[in-house]
């Protein structure tokens, strides 16, 4: 009687290890087969952070005016984002000159994951650059947007125009042509590029894009 009770037991316990083996062996797979854990990419602690990071930014309107004096709806349908940055600057680059409305300026915000250059020159036009990341399950996406101003001088803004587009599309991004129009002297535009999980450190990507924009001021010179 104690050697079938002892036998009940031995059998019971075998069973219940062959069934945990066989759930263990269910989660690792899916429906298409086996998942090899070393594809899972690691995300870093960078990503995360800009994963949960909120973006701060503001609707402009071209055309800011009210329907009537009862309503508050805006009469505009040209519009885009102005990205605020509430973290510390840090000076990567400034470039003066006697000239005071000659100048360009290249901060990083580190704790904003982003980079904005502003460059003015005497004969009136002003350019912006704002480069800042954004995540989301797949990874980490760029995202680049020019906002210029020219005083009549419709050739430079074409070149830009055209440039920005060109090396939109080289990048394999999305180009949004929030206003582009050389003839009013203005050009809002966006350009957004995934690219995948984060494979370096957040502040070394941010300034290399801020070195990259510091070779730009001096190019303009």
């Known amino acids: 009687m104690k050697n079938r009770t002892y036998n009940n037991i031995l059998a019971l316990l075998v069973n219940c290890f062959f069934f945990l083996a066989f759930i ?4 690792s797979s899916t429906a298409g ?16 952070a800009i994963l949960e990071h909120q973006v701060d930014s503001m609707k402009v309107f071209a055309e800011a005016g ?67 990341l954004t995540a989301d399950e797949q990874g980490i996406v760029y995202h ?27 990048g394999g991004g999305s180009l949004y042509s929030h206003k582009a129009d050389c003839a009013e002297n203005s050009l809002h535009l966006t350009c957004s590029t995934s690219k995948g999980h984060l494979l370096t450190n957040a502040e070394t990507l941010l300034n290399n894009y801020a070195e990259n924009m510091k070779n730009w001021c001096l190019e303009n010179r």
């Open 144 to 170: 680049e947007k020019l906002d210029n101003d020219y005083n009549d001088d419709i050739a430079r803004c074409e070149k830009d125009l055209s440039d920005f587009e060109q090396n939109c599309e080289n």
């Open 24 to 27: 263990g062996c269910s989660e």
């Open 66 to 132: 009210f329907a009537d004096i009862d309503s508050s709806r805006i009469d505009s349908t040209v519009y885009w984002f102005e990205i605020g940055f509430k973290g510390k600057k840090d000076d990567y680059f400034v470039y003066e000159e006697d000239n005071l409305f000659s100048y360009c300026y290249v901060g990083v915000y580190q704790l904003d994951f982003g980079v904005r250059t502003i460059e003015y020159i005497p004969i009136g036009d002003n350019y912006t650059r704002t480069f800042f």
């Open 33 to 48: 087969g086996t998942v090899d854990d070393n594809s899972i990419a690691e995300v870093s602690a960078d990503e995360k």
